[in-house]
Nanobody
């Protein structure tokens, strides 16, 4: 059974940092792109960042470029999202998702598996 488990969320002050982890199991990690998405209360889910094993592509939303860094440890089937210079508008539930054979993009449609999410709260 495919599974994605996020961890690393929490409460942080403006300007602080967090590192999210997404541990994958139950599917061939190297065949998938892994993306991070977020959903704030009352808003639609949006793409934050992505890294693709099949084609090596990466994606960052404009709002996080220069602040967030995605990385992958394929030996551990884990993707990380290092989030620096956090802002209150980064507050959301962060989800990781896997898309088979995908290039990276910010569209949540077409992703095959989803984690349950981890809450990130940035206080002002």
């Amino acid at each position: 059974e495919a599974q994605l488990v996020e961890s690393g969320g929490g409460l942080v002050q403006t300007g602080g940092s967090l590192r999210l982890s997404c541990a994958a199991s139950g599917f061939t990690f190297d065949d998938y792109a892994i993306g991070w998405f977020r959903q704030a209360p009352g808003k639609e889910r949006e793409g934050v960042s992505c890294i693709s094993s099949p084609d090596g592509s990466t994606y960052y939303a404009h709002s996080v470029k220069g602040r967030f860094t995605i990385s992958s440890d394929n030996a551990k089937n884990t993707v990380y999202l290092q989030m620096n210079s956090l802002k209150p508008e980064d507050t959301a539930v962060y989800y990781c998702a896997a898309g088979y054979g995908s290039s990276c993009h910010g569209d949540p449609r077409g992703m095959d598996y989803w984690g349950k999410g981890t809450l990130v709260t940035v206080s002002s």
